[in-house]
């Protein structure tokens, strides 16, 4: 089972937890990133020991390594000497040339694959879409290639192919397609909003372009959800028609399919992140990925595991899996290349630098060429006058890592004592060495730099700004940072409104000249074309590393003309097949299913019933001894829940009942019979098969464990509920329930017996004068029966014509209970045990004194309560303890005295309402 699962872990060495992954669960990849690193000799020195171990645990490949390394700013390793800063996806799409792309992925390649990484996370497939929508950005901005789809299958396809020929698995990503996503603020998870067609027509163009060239190695699913295609499931890799319909049997995708790293607090508030697990293979994900927690990356192991062993997922979609994913594992190197993995020369890394300068000059994008060059504001020979200002964001890298020491690095870290007298915060040394490079660039002129945070500006930004002639402002992901364009939007006024001002000395001011420059999106600032008043430049430089700064200056100062262009903000829409919901051929979720523990899983139940209206909100769980002792009896009983793992929230549950003195034999075996009594799903967690696999569980139970030749549906001993009686609520709702069952096979075409029980006040009733006086005229007697066995040998032999043994009836279980109940020893005795909580009420033939009719009155207080909880729904505003009910039940009349059955009826009843009061 464990080749199901990417798991991750926190550590820079091999830790215990990670070892056991190995070791004893065989799980069969490992996703490293930021918290794993130190460096690259580290990262080596790590995956090699962990092959090892994996090696000595009897693998027969080797672990695949996955790793995060998309470029730009989204680089989990980072290293001087073997790693080379390559540009982001938009980047390599603003500089728009082919074959420049290929040679950075397939440098890129090899140098993961020098390291031992064997898998790479990416391309990145999705299409910006829309602009106007601002959440478009906060979700993937320039991890993506473009704004349209010929920028994203173009270098697509090129980075799969760069990747496929270096001998690296590739994985596309993010399926369905993040380009429009946006954030739903409710749940904290992105959503797509496109329908199937919209999806056909746009998101998934690339997909099914590079798996016709079989290209994708693997598919990411995303963990966003998409209601206008599936509005049952919150995350699209637990979804059977993204992934199933359209991943697998629409775009016919054979490779291996990945699932988002289900850590995801959405998942875990709803179902838990191990059912989670469970859905998304499922539904056909191979490898389910789980980024850290060993606590549940082993729980999530054995719980796939069980649900496969009790074939609740089919063993052909297991096979199916263990088939592709040992398909990919047959591309890795062999043993003896992972254990020897040595690091490329010198010369091909210095080559790999070359590629990398050249990458991000072509990329940089020049939006708006207002105010430059700059040297235009500086007046020669007047350093003092000539100066520019740095207004810079506090920007959080977005990989860092920590060393032994618990000291932070990333991309742009300065040496500590190279500049001991700065007092910097975390992140803000990113701009630094831009900082250096520009004051250094050229002589005349002096650069000033300070940082701006979602405060604002103070009047110590407001003196240098009125000290300097050109101002660049920074910004970076302004729907994530709404502040800086606030912020902007004060420099800009403060830049204009010093253009009719003078100095002490009566010199004017002149105007400050503003450059916006974006270290991200290039459509921060698309539109704001006369900020403030009066045109501004604008360029992007797509991420924030030095490498990509380090060009601005040459730029700013005209000496070096940037031909990047924004990567197609026009969309092109191809028409590739459709998706009708109606057609399709789902598979189903799958769901671990648990045996009920009162201890883990009794509060949780009776918040289940609440919220699903079969208690009243008001009720104590205190009042509720019947249900407690049906739970308790686990020699005929049994009850599964489908449950929150994280929260042991009762998301379902089925109850049965096994009755063990059926005459039912087949082949001269007796079997059993049981009572399916009751199946609950939660009624916001329906129609994605909780109830489909608790049924399954139940009945496999009850036939294979129970050896039950028949099932019931609902029979009435034991009683579990009669909120909501499917037989008897003729609703939508409750039709559909039984289309359900039918489903299943259950029958309906029999005659079914369903009893509606009610709650009478009897405080003030009292018996009929007719009735007494027919009971008169009849000469009935009435007495209390003290074996129950004397009801059940009169009506011995009498199988043809008694309706207490017909299939309908529960009468004979219900007297038999009670004869064995009778029969046991003293000290055992639960039903007759002298307190008068129950007796039986016989009617008598008034000559040879033959039971002909009898029924059975208890209250609250008797054990034998537990075969009726459903009679603590019946309002909590009357039955507040249990000397408060009685019950009538077990009522039957001897056929042969079908002219006197409704005297005999009223008879017994209101003999036992008289006993009662």
């Known amino acids: 089972v464990g080749n199901f699962f990417i ?24 996703i490293l990133s930021g918290k794993n690193f130190i460096n690259a000799s580290q990262a080596k020195s790590l995956i090699q020991d962990l092959q090892t171990i994996a090696k000595k645990s009897g693998y027969k490949y080797p672990l695949i390594f996955v790793i995060d390394e998309e470029g730009g700013m989204l680089n989990s390793l980072f290293d001087g000497d073997y790693v080379t800063q390559f540009p982001g996806a938009m980047s390599m799409g603003a500089a728009g040339i082919t074959d420049l792309a290929y040679k950075v992925y397939r440098a890129m390649a090899k140098e993961l694959k020098s390291i031992g ?132 049997e629409k775009l016919q995708f054979n490779g291996v399919v990945i699932s988002e790293c289900l850590l995801l607090e959405a998942l875990d508030r709803n179902f838990g992140v191990v059912q989670g697990c469970i859905s998304a293979f499922s539904v056909g994900c191979d490898l389910i990925m789980l980024c850290s927690n060993f606590d549940i990356q082993k729980q999530a192991i054995m719980a796939l595991k069980s649900v496969i062993e009790d074939q609740l997922i089919s063993p052909t979609i297991v096979n199916k899996s263990l088939e592709r994913i040992q398909n990919l594992q047959q591309k890795l190197p062999s043993w003896e290349e992972v254990l020897t993995t040595q690091f490329l020369t010198p010369d091909i890394l210095a080559y790999h630098k070359l590629l990398s ?88 002129y002096k650069v000033l730099h300070t940082s701006y945070n979602s405060n604002g500006l103070t009047s110590f930004h407001e003196e240098l700004i009125l000290r300097s002639k050109v101002i660049l402002f920074f910004c970076a992901e302004t729907t994530n940072n709404l502040y800086q364009v606030g912020v902007s939007k004060h420099v800009s006024m403060l830049c204009n409104s010093m253009a009719n001002k003078k100095n002490s000395l009566g010199r004017s001011l002149g105007g400050k000249k503003m450059i916006i420059i974006s270290v991200a999106s290039p459509t921060d600032f698309l539109y704001d074309i006369n900020l403030g008043g009066s045109p501004t430049g604008y360029i992007c430089t797509y991420d924030y590393t030095i490498n990509a700064l380090c060009n601005l200056p040459k730029i700013l100062f005209g000496d070096f003309k940037a031909t990047g262009k924004i990567p197609g903000l026009s969309t092109h829409v191809l028409q590739n097949g459709i998706v009708q919901n109606s057609d399709n051929k789902h598979r189903k979720h799958s769901w671990l299913v648990e045996t009920f523990s009162y201890k883990r899983d009794w509060e949780n139940l009776i918040n289940l019933l609440k919220n699903n209206n079969y208690l009243d909100y008001s009720v104590k769980d205190t009042s509720l001894t019947s249900l407690k002792r049906l739970l308790f009896d686990t020699e005929n009983h049994r009850s599964f829940v489908v449950r929150n793992t994280s929260s042991n929230t009762i998301l379902g549950i089925s109850s049965a009942w096994v009755y063990s003195s059926s005459d039912l ?34 009945i496999k139970y009850l036939f294979e464990e129970r050896a039950c030749g028949k099932i019931y549906l609902g029979r009435n001993f034991p009683k579990f509920t009669i909120v909501n009686d499917l037989l008897l609520n003729f609703t939508e709702e409750n039709n559909n329930a039984l289309n359900f069952f039918k489903s299943l096979g259950c029958d309906f075409s029999g005659e079914t017996v369903i009893p509606e029980v009610k709650g009478h006040d009897i405080s003030s009733w009292q018996v009929a004068e007719n009735l007494v006086r027919q009971l008169q005229v009849v000469g009935i007697m009435f007495d209390i029966c003290k074996n129950p066995g004397d009801i059940l040998s009169s009506q011995k032999g009498k199988h043809s014509s008694s309706n207490f043994y017909s299939s309908e009836s529960d009468l004979y279980e219900v007297y038999l209970e ?100």
């Open 7 to 30: 798991v991750g872990f926190e550590g820079t060495t091999v830790t215990k937890e990670i070892s056991i992954l190995i070791s004893k669960y065989h799980v069969s990849s490992i």
């Open 117 to 248: 990484f064997s898998m790479y996370l990416g391309p990145v497939l999705d299409i910006l879409k829309n602009t106007s929508n601002t959440f478009i950005q906060q979700m993937i901005g320039v991890r993506a290639y473009g704004y349209d789809l010929k920028s994203t299958l173009k270098l697509g396809e090129v980075a799969a192919k760069a990747f496929k020929d270096e001998g690296v698995l590739n994985c596309g990503k993010h399926f369905p397609g993040y380009g429009s996503a946006t954030i739903n603020s409710n749940f904290e998870l992105p959503m797509i909003f496109e329908s199937a067609d919209q999806l056909f027509e746009f998101n998934l163009v690339p997909y099914i372009e590079l798996i016709k060239e079989n290209l994708l190695d693997s598919v990411l699913v995303g963990g966003c959800a998409v209601p206008g295609v599936n509005n049952n499931d919150l995350h699209a890799c637990l979804s059977p028609t993204i992934v199933t319909n359209i991943l697998r």
């Open 357 to 444: 300068k050249k990458a991000y000059e072509k990329s940089i994008t020049l939006i708006r060429d207002a105010g430059m060059p700059i040297s235009k504001y500086l007046r020669a020979g007047v350093e003092n006058e000539n100066t520019v200002l740095m207004l810079t964001p506090l920007i959080s890298p977005l990989y860092e890592t920590v060393d032994s020491n618990g000291v932070k690095t990333h991309i742009n870290s300065i040496v500590s004592h190279d500049y001991g007298n700065l007092n910097l915060n975390y992140g803000e040394d990113v701009f630094i060495k831009l900082g250096e490079l520009l004051s250094s660039y050229k002589p005349g």
């Open 665 to 698: 034999q087949v082949d001269g075996k007796k079997l059993n019979v049981a009572n399916l009594m009751f199946l609950l799903v939660d009624k916001n967690k329906r129609n994605i098969s909780i109830g489909n696999h608790l049924y399954s569980k139940t």
């Open 818 to 917: 009670l004869y064995k109940d009778f029969c046991s020893q003293n000290d055992d005795t639960q039903y007759f045990d002298g307190s008068g909580n129950l007796d039986i009420i016989v009617a008598l033939e008034p000559t040879k004194r033959y039971v002909v009719g009898s029924l059975v009155v208890f209250n609250g207080k008797s054990k034998f309560s537990k075969f009726y909880p459903c009679l603590e729904s019946l309002g909590s505003e009357k039955l507040t303890n249990q000397n408060e009910y009685a019950c009538i039940t077990g009522h039957f009349i001897d056929p042969l005295y079908t002219t006197l059955s409704e005297v005999f009826k009223l008879g017994l009843i209101c003999t036992a309402l008289m006993y009662v009061k």
